[in-house]
């Protein structure tokens, strides 16, 4: 059972601080947890196999729909779907995309239901595509050039995740090695790109996950700098928050709380920070909580507070519910 404790911390403080926060907080496990782990949330059909979740996603109508590597670590070679969706009761609805993908990565789900992944590489076997589908299954549109790696308008090198602003533009974390943010137009025409390999504003090491939140900021998990930052529309910066840990995906919900997956902070890595879920503000920064004991690299809240989290090492997907 993971033990989460709420606390506020305001922008600037140290991961010393933070650190000392979640260690206050596992000295007393159990306590102000905030929320239980629900077992076996998921009702899966016969012969369904959990591989690793790289994603998770919520649609209008409260259906969870889960991203996976087709019941391994790679959908080269499987038949298995990489696609599921889950009523909110829990009750599996579909599951589509088979041999389709390589290297399932990252979900958004735009205002219509259309759901958009993408397909990175694995090895020396690539994707490096955008795939849009219909709320059932059907598939409408692909940004890129499948198995052709690259930085141009329309070739990726690592893609990592895709978000959709309420306008239909389409913005694409291209991040494992070309550390840039991509943008495309509703009909998937090339606008621009920015982004360089660094630590300054507005420069990246390995950006892994992308949100907007009401404002329509641009919110990019830039991980191995241990920080998100933030930008217009246009990739002009706004801010970069490090006290969130170190960030492989990111969810702002509609009323603008900010939840990170932290997969990599220890003590070598990113010291003072640990694994987990950090949650709170998209609006001013302010962290309000951690849920420890979880390795995961993406979260997602729906309507009600429930928390759906994908596993990739131990595969599954877990749900918290609030207490």
């Excluded at 007393?28 to 076996?40: A, F, H, I, T, W």
């Excluded at 991203?67 to 589509?96: I, N, Y």
């Excluded at 003590?267 to 909580?289: K, Q, R």
């Amino acid at each position: 059972m993971p033990t989460i404790r709420q606390m506020t911390i305001k922008v600037g403080l140290t991961a010393v601080a933070v650190a000392a926060t979640i260690a206050a907080a596992q000295e007393q496990p159990g306590s102000d947890s905030g929320y239980r782990l629900v077992e076996n949330w998921a009702q899966v059909p016969q012969g369904f196999s959990w591989g690793q979740v790289i994603a998770v996603d919520i649609d209008a109508d409260g259906n969870v729909v889960t991203f996976q590597r087709c019941a391994s670590d790679t959908c080269v070679g499987s038949s298995a779907p990489p696609l599921s969706k889950f009523s909110p009761s829990g009750e599996h609805l579909m599951s589509w995309g088979e041999n389709l993908m390589v290297w399932p990565h990252g979900l958004g789900i735009d205002a219509e239901g259309n759901v958009w992944v993408t397909d990175g590489r694995h090895n020396g076997d690539m994707g490096e595509v955008i795939h849009k589908f219909s709320p059932d299954g059907e598939l409408l549109m692909t940004i890129g050039t499948p198995g052709v790696a690259g930085n141009g308008a329309y070739t990726f090198n690592g893609i990592s995740d895709v978000a959709v602003a309420d306008n239909g533009d389409i913005f694409v974390v291209d991040g494992h090695f070309n550390n840039r943010v991509a943008k495309y137009s509703s009909d998937g025409e090339y606008l621009m790109s920015w982004g360089q390999p660094g630590s300054g504003p507005g420069e990246f090491d390995q950006p892994h996950s992308i949100a907007i939140d009401s404002q329509g900021r641009v919110f990019v998990a830039d991980r191995f700098n241990n920080r998100v930052q933030i930008f217009d529309q246009d990739g002009n910066f706004v801010d970069a928050w490090s006290h969130f840990g170190r960030p492989s995906g990111i969810f702002i919900s509609d009323d603008d709380r900010l939840f990170v997956a932290d997969s990599q902070s220890d003590g070598d890595i990113n010291p003072g920070f640990e694994m987990g879920i950090y949650y709170g503000s998209a609006v001013d920064g302010t962290l309000e909580g951690f849920i420890g004991n979880v390795l995961t690299e993406s979260v997602v809240e729906d309507a009600h507070g429930n928390l759906f989290s994908g596993l990739v090492q131990h595969r599954g997907l877990i749900r918290y519910e609030p207490l």
